[in-house]
Protein backbone atom coordinates (compact mmCIF):
# COMPACT_ATOMS: atom_id res chain seq x y z
CA UNK A 1 0.00 0.00 0.00
CA UNK A 2 1.62 3.32 -0.94
CA UNK A 3 1.58 6.04 1.45
CA UNK A 4 2.74 9.72 1.62
CA UNK A 5 3.62 11.56 4.86
CA UNK A 6 2.43 14.54 3.68
CA UNK A 7 -0.93 13.80 1.91
CA UNK A 8 -4.12 14.83 4.13
CA UNK A 9 -7.41 13.05 3.67
CA UNK A 10 -8.92 16.36 2.87
CA UNK A 11 -7.86 19.91 1.55
CA UNK A 12 -9.96 22.28 3.22
CA UNK A 13 -10.50 25.72 1.85
CA UNK A 14 -8.06 28.46 2.96
CA UNK A 15 -11.12 31.06 2.05
CA UNK A 16 -13.10 31.68 5.17
CA UNK A 17 -16.96 31.18 4.37
CA UNK A 18 -18.21 34.20 6.34
CA UNK A 19 -15.61 37.20 8.03
CA UNK A 20 -15.53 36.99 11.61
CA UNK A 21 -12.95 38.23 14.79
CA UNK A 22 -10.69 35.07 14.34
CA UNK A 23 -10.38 35.61 10.15
CA UNK A 24 -6.97 36.96 11.06
CA UNK A 25 -5.89 33.85 12.76
CA UNK A 26 -3.36 32.14 11.75
CA UNK A 27 -3.51 28.92 9.59
CA UNK A 28 -0.50 27.05 9.27
CA UNK A 29 -0.13 24.25 6.12
CA UNK A 30 -2.49 21.85 6.33
CA UNK A 31 0.32 19.03 5.96
CA UNK A 32 3.84 20.53 7.35
CA UNK A 33 4.35 23.02 10.53
CA UNK A 34 6.93 25.53 9.36
CA UNK A 35 9.74 27.04 12.12
CA UNK A 36 9.29 30.37 12.12
CA UNK A 37 12.59 32.76 11.49
CA UNK A 38 13.75 34.88 14.80
CA UNK A 39 13.58 37.91 13.10
CA UNK A 40 10.09 37.24 12.27
CA UNK A 41 9.41 36.81 16.02
CA UNK A 42 11.17 40.32 17.04
CA UNK A 43 8.77 42.00 14.38
CA UNK A 44 5.83 40.82 15.64
CA UNK A 45 7.02 41.21 19.06
CA UNK A 46 7.95 44.94 18.17
CA UNK A 47 4.17 45.37 16.75
CA UNK A 48 2.35 44.17 19.03
CA UNK A 49 4.33 46.29 21.84
CA UNK A 50 4.09 49.34 19.49
CA UNK A 51 0.12 48.68 19.18
CA UNK A 52 0.10 47.78 15.61
CA UNK A 53 -1.68 44.83 15.96
CA UNK A 54 -4.47 46.84 16.88
CA UNK A 55 -4.80 48.18 13.11
CA UNK A 56 -4.63 45.54 9.99
CA UNK A 57 -1.50 43.44 9.59
CA UNK A 58 0.96 45.18 7.60
CA UNK A 59 2.96 43.70 4.83
CA UNK A 60 6.29 43.98 5.42
CA UNK A 61 8.01 42.25 2.33
CA UNK A 62 5.99 44.59 0.27
CA UNK A 63 8.76 46.92 0.06
CA UNK A 64 11.73 44.68 0.58
CA UNK A 65 13.86 42.83 -1.46
CA UNK A 66 12.90 39.05 -1.05
CA UNK A 67 16.16 36.10 -1.51
CA UNK A 68 15.82 34.20 -4.40
CA UNK A 69 16.46 31.08 -2.45
CA UNK A 70 16.74 27.32 -3.45
CA UNK A 71 20.36 28.27 -5.23
CA UNK A 72 21.27 24.28 -4.69
CA UNK A 73 18.29 22.61 -4.08
CA UNK A 74 18.25 23.09 -0.12
CA UNK A 75 14.76 23.54 1.63
CA UNK A 76 13.52 24.41 4.95
CA UNK A 77 13.35 23.05 7.99
CA UNK A 78 9.97 21.56 9.43
CA UNK A 79 9.27 20.19 12.80
CA UNK A 80 7.64 16.53 13.60
CA UNK A 81 7.47 14.53 16.93
CA UNK A 82 10.31 12.80 16.50
CA UNK A 83 12.74 16.37 16.06
CA UNK A 84 13.48 18.85 13.16
CA UNK A 85 12.97 17.82 9.57
CA UNK A 86 14.58 19.38 6.66
CA UNK A 87 12.93 19.49 3.65
CA UNK A 88 14.81 20.21 0.40
CA UNK A 89 13.74 20.18 -3.52
CA UNK A 90 14.93 16.35 -3.55
CA UNK A 91 13.02 15.21 -0.61
CA UNK A 92 9.34 16.81 -1.87
CA UNK A 93 9.95 15.57 -5.20
CA UNK A 94 10.43 12.00 -4.18
CA UNK A 95 7.92 11.92 -1.06
CA UNK A 96 5.09 13.54 -2.91
CA UNK A 97 4.63 10.62 -5.11
CA UNK A 98 1.34 9.97 -6.91
CA UNK A 99 -0.26 6.77 -5.04
CA UNK A 100 -2.29 4.24 -7.17
CA UNK A 101 -5.46 5.60 -7.94
CA UNK A 102 -3.64 8.76 -8.54
CA UNK A 103 -1.45 7.47 -11.59
CA UNK A 104 -4.73 5.85 -12.73
CA UNK A 105 -6.48 8.96 -12.96
CA UNK A 106 -3.67 11.17 -14.79
CA UNK A 107 -2.97 8.45 -17.08
CA UNK A 108 -6.64 9.12 -18.09
CA UNK A 109 -6.54 13.00 -17.35
CA UNK A 110 -3.19 13.86 -17.67
CA UNK A 111 -4.08 18.17 -16.87
CA UNK A 112 -5.08 17.21 -13.26
CA UNK A 113 -0.93 15.74 -13.04
CA UNK A 114 0.17 19.44 -12.98
CA UNK A 115 -0.32 22.44 -10.59
CA UNK A 116 -0.15 25.88 -11.54
CA UNK A 117 1.17 28.50 -8.82
CA UNK A 118 0.73 32.79 -9.42
CA UNK A 119 2.87 35.47 -7.66
CA UNK A 120 0.93 37.91 -6.29
CA UNK A 121 2.73 40.97 -8.18
CA UNK A 122 1.47 41.83 -11.49
CA UNK A 123 0.65 38.26 -12.42
CA UNK A 124 -3.43 38.55 -9.99
CA UNK A 125 -3.10 42.57 -9.44
CA UNK A 126 -1.06 45.22 -10.54
CA UNK A 127 0.72 46.04 -8.12
CA UNK A 128 3.36 48.09 -9.50
CA UNK A 129 0.71 50.79 -10.60
CA UNK A 130 -0.50 50.49 -6.06
CA UNK A 131 3.07 50.87 -5.52
CA UNK A 132 3.52 54.23 -7.67
CA UNK A 133 0.63 55.13 -6.22
CA UNK A 134 2.14 54.92 -2.77
CA UNK A 135 5.42 56.77 -3.61
CA UNK A 136 3.89 59.71 -5.10
CA UNK A 137 1.33 60.33 -2.65
CA UNK A 138 4.23 59.92 -0.21
CA UNK A 139 6.25 62.51 -2.40
CA UNK A 140 3.20 65.27 -2.16
CA UNK A 141 2.40 64.71 1.40
CA UNK A 142 6.34 65.74 2.03
CA UNK A 143 7.00 68.18 -0.40
CA UNK A 144 8.93 66.13 -2.89
CA UNK A 145 9.59 65.21 -6.17
CA UNK A 146 10.24 61.90 -8.00
CA UNK A 147 12.51 62.03 -10.81
CA UNK A 148 11.26 60.65 -14.14
CA UNK A 149 14.76 58.53 -15.04
CA UNK A 150 14.04 55.08 -16.13
CA UNK A 151 16.90 53.18 -13.33
CA UNK A 152 15.07 55.76 -10.57
CA UNK A 153 11.47 54.12 -11.59
CA UNK A 154 13.18 50.74 -12.00
CA UNK A 155 14.21 51.49 -8.10
CA UNK A 156 11.48 52.29 -7.07
CA UNK A 157 9.52 49.29 -8.01
CA UNK A 158 11.41 46.59 -7.86
CA UNK A 159 14.43 47.42 -5.13
CA UNK A 160 13.73 48.07 -1.03
CA UNK A 161 12.08 51.31 0.68
CA UNK A 162 15.60 51.69 2.82
CA UNK A 163 17.73 51.74 -0.69
CA UNK A 164 15.41 53.72 -2.10
CA UNK A 165 14.60 56.59 0.44
CA UNK A 166 18.46 56.78 1.77
CA UNK A 167 20.23 56.15 -1.68
CA UNK A 168 18.38 56.69 -4.32
CA UNK A 169 16.06 59.50 -3.17
CA UNK A 170 17.83 60.58 -0.77
CA UNK A 171 14.82 61.64 1.52
CA UNK A 172 15.73 59.94 5.02
CA UNK A 173 19.28 60.54 6.82
CA UNK A 174 18.22 59.78 9.92
CA UNK A 175 17.17 56.30 11.43
CA UNK A 176 13.83 57.95 13.17
CA UNK A 177 13.03 59.45 9.81
CA UNK A 178 13.35 56.29 7.73
CA UNK A 179 10.95 54.47 10.17
CA UNK A 180 8.68 57.45 9.81
CA UNK A 181 8.84 57.42 5.73
CA UNK A 182 8.82 53.94 5.33
CA UNK A 183 5.91 53.25 8.06
CA UNK A 184 4.04 55.50 6.35
CA UNK A 185 4.50 54.42 2.65
CA UNK A 186 3.48 50.55 3.87
CA UNK A 187 -0.10 52.31 5.12
CA UNK A 188 -0.69 54.59 1.73
CA UNK A 189 0.34 51.29 -0.24
CA UNK A 190 -3.07 49.75 1.67
CA UNK A 191 -4.80 52.09 1.45
CA UNK A 192 -4.87 51.02 -2.22
CA UNK A 193 -4.85 48.08 -1.93
CA UNK A 194 -7.69 48.24 0.30
CA UNK A 195 -9.58 49.44 -3.59
CA UNK A 196 -8.16 47.03 -5.37
CA UNK A 197 -11.26 45.11 -7.22
CA UNK A 198 -9.92 44.43 -10.86
CA UNK A 199 -7.58 41.24 -11.79
CA UNK A 200 -4.54 41.69 -14.48
CA UNK A 201 -6.72 42.00 -17.56
CA UNK A 202 -7.44 38.28 -19.29
CA UNK A 203 -7.15 36.26 -15.97
CA UNK A 204 -10.27 35.32 -14.89
CA UNK A 205 -10.93 34.11 -18.47
CA UNK A 206 -7.17 31.76 -18.10
CA UNK A 207 -8.46 30.67 -15.42
CA UNK A 208 -12.18 29.78 -15.78
CA UNK A 209 -10.13 27.53 -18.67
CA UNK A 210 -7.69 25.94 -16.19
CA UNK A 211 -10.78 25.53 -13.83
CA UNK A 212 -12.17 23.68 -16.62
CA UNK A 213 -9.68 21.38 -17.09
CA UNK A 214 -9.02 20.21 -13.70
CA UNK A 215 -5.68 21.73 -13.29
CA UNK A 216 -5.70 22.92 -9.12
CA UNK A 217 -4.11 26.10 -8.68
CA UNK A 218 -2.10 28.07 -5.61
CA UNK A 219 -1.25 31.88 -5.29
CA UNK A 220 1.72 32.67 -3.80
CA UNK A 221 2.30 36.33 -1.80
CA UNK A 222 4.01 38.43 1.34
CA UNK A 223 1.13 39.85 2.23
CA UNK A 224 -1.02 38.74 5.04
CA UNK A 225 -3.68 36.17 4.97
CA UNK A 226 -6.95 38.20 5.90
CA UNK A 227 -5.86 40.51 2.91
CA UNK A 228 -5.29 38.15 0.61
CA UNK A 229 -8.17 36.37 1.27
CA UNK A 230 -10.06 39.91 1.07
CA UNK A 231 -8.74 41.27 -2.20
CA UNK A 232 -9.15 37.92 -3.94
CA UNK A 233 -13.21 38.27 -2.89
CA UNK A 234 -13.46 41.51 -4.34
CA UNK A 235 -12.11 40.49 -7.52
CA UNK A 236 -14.64 37.45 -6.84
CA UNK A 237 -10.99 35.09 -7.58
CA UNK A 238 -11.31 32.97 -4.52
CA UNK A 239 -12.83 29.98 -5.90
CA UNK A 240 -9.97 29.27 -8.23
CA UNK A 241 -7.61 28.74 -5.96
CA UNK A 242 -7.47 25.36 -4.11
CA UNK A 243 -4.36 27.20 -2.07
CA UNK A 244 -3.21 30.63 -1.09
CA UNK A 245 0.73 31.37 0.60
CA UNK A 246 0.61 34.06 2.90
CA UNK A 247 2.95 35.44 5.73
CA UNK A 248 1.84 33.37 7.70
CA UNK A 249 3.45 30.65 6.44
CA UNK A 250 7.04 31.87 7.53
CA UNK A 251 8.74 31.28 4.29
CA UNK A 252 12.01 33.10 4.12
CA UNK A 253 12.59 33.61 0.50
CA UNK A 254 10.63 33.02 -3.22
CA UNK A 255 11.37 29.25 -3.43
CA UNK A 256 10.40 28.74 -0.30
CA UNK A 257 6.90 29.97 -0.85
CA UNK A 258 6.57 27.66 -4.08
CA UNK A 259 7.99 24.71 -2.64
CA UNK A 260 5.09 25.49 0.39
CA UNK A 261 2.72 26.10 -2.04
CA UNK A 262 3.45 22.48 -3.82
CA UNK A 263 3.00 21.18 -0.78
CA UNK A 264 -0.36 22.49 0.11
CA UNK A 265 -1.47 21.43 -3.96
CA UNK A 266 -0.01 17.75 -3.13
CA UNK A 267 1.94 17.80 -6.55
CA UNK A 268 5.83 17.42 -6.71
CA UNK A 269 7.64 20.63 -7.23
CA UNK A 270 8.42 19.05 -11.07
CA UNK A 271 5.22 19.08 -12.02
CA UNK A 272 3.86 22.45 -11.19
CA UNK A 273 4.23 25.22 -13.25
CA UNK A 274 4.99 28.47 -11.88
CA UNK A 275 3.46 32.03 -13.36
CA UNK A 276 5.65 35.28 -13.04
CA UNK A 277 6.62 38.44 -14.03
CA UNK A 278 9.98 38.79 -12.53
CA UNK A 279 13.07 37.37 -13.45
CA UNK A 280 14.21 36.70 -9.92
CA UNK A 281 10.80 34.81 -9.79
CA UNK A 282 11.80 32.94 -12.79
CA UNK A 283 14.92 31.28 -11.57
CA UNK A 284 13.44 30.70 -8.12
CA UNK A 285 10.91 28.53 -9.69
CA UNK A 286 13.89 26.91 -11.78
CA UNK A 287 15.67 26.44 -8.33
CA UNK A 288 12.63 23.93 -7.10
CA UNK A 289 12.89 22.26 -10.52
CA UNK A 290 9.21 23.89 -11.46
CA UNK A 291 8.34 25.55 -14.88
CA UNK A 292 8.50 29.17 -15.37
CA UNK A 293 5.68 30.95 -17.74
CA UNK A 294 6.12 35.07 -17.50
CA UNK A 295 4.47 37.66 -18.08
CA UNK A 296 6.19 40.46 -20.24
CA UNK A 297 5.52 43.86 -19.14
CA UNK A 298 6.75 44.69 -15.95
CA UNK A 299 10.15 43.51 -17.09
CA UNK A 300 11.10 43.33 -20.82
CA UNK A 301 10.96 40.33 -22.77
CA UNK A 302 14.81 39.88 -23.03
CA UNK A 303 15.13 40.11 -18.94
CA UNK A 304 13.20 36.91 -19.25
CA UNK A 305 14.45 34.69 -21.30
CA UNK A 306 15.51 32.22 -18.99
CA UNK A 307 11.32 31.49 -18.59
CA UNK A 308 10.07 28.42 -20.36
CA UNK A 309 7.39 30.10 -22.10
CA UNK A 310 6.91 33.98 -22.34
CA UNK A 311 3.65 35.62 -23.25
CA UNK A 312 2.59 39.37 -23.29
CA UNK A 313 -1.00 38.63 -22.07
CA UNK A 314 -2.80 35.37 -20.62
CA UNK A 315 -5.39 35.65 -24.19
CA UNK A 316 -2.02 33.71 -25.47
CA UNK A 317 -1.97 30.69 -23.56
CA UNK A 318 -3.71 28.11 -23.43
CA UNK A 319 -4.39 24.50 -22.00
CA UNK A 320 -1.89 22.98 -24.70
CA UNK A 321 0.69 24.99 -24.01
CA UNK A 322 1.20 23.57 -20.54
CA UNK A 323 1.03 20.41 -21.78
CA UNK A 324 3.55 20.74 -24.67
CA UNK A 325 6.06 21.99 -22.04
CA UNK A 326 6.55 18.71 -20.45
CA UNK A 327 5.58 16.76 -23.50
CA UNK A 328 9.43 16.16 -24.82
CA UNK A 329 10.28 13.52 -22.08
CA UNK A 330 6.60 12.81 -20.87
CA UNK A 331 4.62 13.34 -17.27
CA UNK A 332 7.88 11.83 -15.99
CA UNK A 333 10.31 14.67 -16.85
CA UNK A 334 12.35 16.22 -14.04
CA UNK A 335 11.66 13.16 -12.28
CA UNK A 336 14.29 11.62 -9.98
CA UNK A 337 15.81 9.31 -11.89
CA UNK A 338 18.33 6.36 -10.82
CA UNK A 339 22.02 6.37 -12.20
CA UNK A 340 22.70 3.55 -13.82
CA UNK A 341 26.17 2.18 -13.30
CA UNK A 342 27.40 0.79 -16.48
CA UNK A 343 29.51 -1.87 -15.74
CA UNK A 344 32.19 -3.93 -18.29
CA UNK A 345 31.22 -7.49 -19.33
CA UNK A 346 33.24 -9.97 -17.48
CA UNK A 347 36.39 -10.95 -19.27
CA UNK A 348 36.46 -14.47 -20.94
CA UNK A 349 38.83 -16.88 -19.91
CA UNK A 350 40.81 -18.45 -23.04
CA UNK A 351 40.62 -22.38 -22.74
CA UNK A 352 42.33 -24.99 -24.46
CA UNK A 353 38.46 -25.54 -26.18
CA UNK A 354 38.14 -22.39 -27.01
CA UNK A 355 41.32 -21.82 -29.50
CA UNK A 356 41.04 -25.42 -31.01
Not at 89 to 97: G, I, M, S, T
Not at 163 to 179: C, G, I, T
Amino acid sequence: MESCSFRTATSPSPFPSAPSSSSSARVPCPSLRFARTRNGRQMRMRRMASGFDAFPPLPGKVFVEETIGAEYGEGFETFRMDGPLNIDVDYLNEKLQECFLQRIRHAMKPDEAFGLIFSWNNVIADTDSLKLDAWRQLALEEGKDIPTAAHIQKSILHGAADHVLRKVLYWAKEDDQMERLKARLIELYYESLFRLDTPVEGLREWLDAVRTAGIPCAVASSLDRRCMVEALDRMSLSKYFKAIVTDEDDMESIAHRFLSAAVKLDRKPSKCIVFEDDPRGVTAAHNCTMMAVSLIGAHPAYELEQADLAVARYSELSVINLRRMFAHKGLSFMDMQKQIIERSPPKRKLTVDTIF
